[in-house]
């Protein structure tokens, strides 16, 4: 059976709210995205609608190249799965992109995760929760815990995820571009 590569990406963008997070979770890095391609062209995520106001949130396809991310730390992981699973993936991806408007950040869920409390809202998420939410609806699951309670940290210390980068993430397009170079040769 073929398998194909989902990319998960973690990152610290250095706003109050990520160091206020920080603070709590003791993990340098406290956002998570998930993409389709090695560049990751077209990352998604539940976090901030706007850049400039952190309380309207909800699904979102981010821009690394915006003001958001232009000093962000991260870590990129690939993860290997059936095509089946990557197939529902990236349709339950897709459905949260076309019904976008349905969705809100689930602050209450974060709030929880410091408590230990399952907060379950409909139709609402925060970043890793979603992650988490895709591939346990695949039946393709990262962590053996529930999404309402993962964690970014919970994502990095998973076996099925392998880490192809760690730093700076306007360097990722520099390494990136090595690595498939390499890869093509």
Excluded: W
């Amino acid at each position: 059976m073929k398998e194909k590569k989902i990319y998960i990406l973690l990152s610290d963008t250095g706003t109050l709210f990520t160091r206020m997070i920080r603070l709590y979770t003791k993990a340098p890095l406290n956002h998570a995205s998930i993409a389709f391609d090695p560049q990751l062209s077209e990352v998604y995520s539940f976090g901030r609608k706007s850049p400039g106001n952190p309380f309207i949130g909800g699904f979102v396809k981010e821009d690394l190249r915006g003001e958001l991310f232009k000093d962000a730390l991260c870590a990129v992981y690939s993860c290997s799965v059936s095509e089946s699973n990557y197939r529902k993936i990236h349709a339950c991806v897709k459905k949260f992109e076309q019904e976008s408007h349905r969705y809100k950040y689930n602050l209450l869920g974060v709030i929880g995760i410091m408590l230990n409390i399952k907060v379950n809202r409909e139709n609402a998420f925060f970043c890793s929760e979603f992650v988490a939410t895709v591939f346990e609806q695949s039946g393709a699951s990262l962590v053996p815990k529930c999404a309402s309670l993962t964690t970014p940290a919970d994502l990095e210390q998973s076996e099925a995820l392998e880490l192809l980068f760690r730093g700076a993430l306007r360097e990722f397009g520099h390494h990136s571009s090595r690595s498939l170079a390499a890869a093509c040769s």
